[in-house]
């Protein structure tokens, strides 16, 4: 995805061409378009590592996923794009697009419920996954959705004021807002190198000024 936002102007009504241009690629197929006109429609753009373009879903096998295993592996009805569609509006500044881009509340949250999963709450259903959390004994229709060292690692939001210079939000590691923040030594992904790390990640956004 590519924000010009040399053609942006706050307030402005009517979309303007080359806002936002998408891009996918598979081996031997690479396709883009500007989406800025649904961009407006929508007043968003959510992605969630699954083809939007039809001719790369079909190419590369996610139509035959989505057959096998039912929508988790369709673009506008797996968890994520439900999530996306339903909190989108709750994003009023940074600090809300912050919260909404670490968001997991799986325990509590119905569209991270997994159909033929025990148990049914699945960390892995959520805007940043902590895969980890699931049970190591758990059920699961598929692998993606079990237990693994796998998830959300780190957060980055800009906006029209700060892109100028090149400002961001950032924050390292994985989501502990409504989930138990991931520590080294308790993690059944302990085993995996991690030099140089601290134990127990619980960092809080901080705003980059690379000035």
């Not at 969630?48 to 096998?68: C, M």
């Not at 994520?80 to 809300?96: C, E, G, K, M, P």
Request: with cysteine; charged share 20%; net charge neutral.
């Amino acid at each position: 995805m590519v924000v010009d936002y040399n053609a942006f102007t706050p307030g402005r009504a009517s979309p303007p061409q080359g806002l936002l241009t998408v891009l996918e690629q598979i081996p031997g197929l690479v396709m883009a378009a500007d989406q800025t006109e649904l961009l407006y429609q929508q007043g968003y753009w959510a992605s969630y590592n699954l083809p939007y373009f039809q001719e790369i879903f079909n190419a590369s096998g996610t139509r035959e996923l989505v057959e096998k295993y039912g929508d988790w592996f369709t673009y506008d009805r797996n968890p994520r794009a439900q999530i996306f569609r339903r909190n989108q509006t709750l994003v009023h500044d940074l600090d809300s697009m912050v919260r909404l881009m670490r968001s997991n509340n799986y325990l509590k949250d119905p569209l991270s419920r997994c159909r033929g999963c025990t148990p049914p709450q699945n960390a892995e259903n959520a805007i940043s996954a902590r895969s980890d959390l699931n049970p190591a004994n758990g059920t699961y229709p598929f692998p993606a959705l079990r237990q693994r060292c796998h998830g959300g690692t780190d957060m980055k939001v800009t906006s029209w004021g700060m892109a100028p210079t090149f400002g961001l939000v950032a924050a390292s590691g994985p989501t502990w807002d409504d989930v138990p923040p991931f520590r080294w030594s308790t993690s059944p992904c302990s085993d995996l190198l991690h030099m140089g790390h601290p134990d127990l990640w619980t960092f809080p956004p901080i705003k980059v000024h690379w000035d």
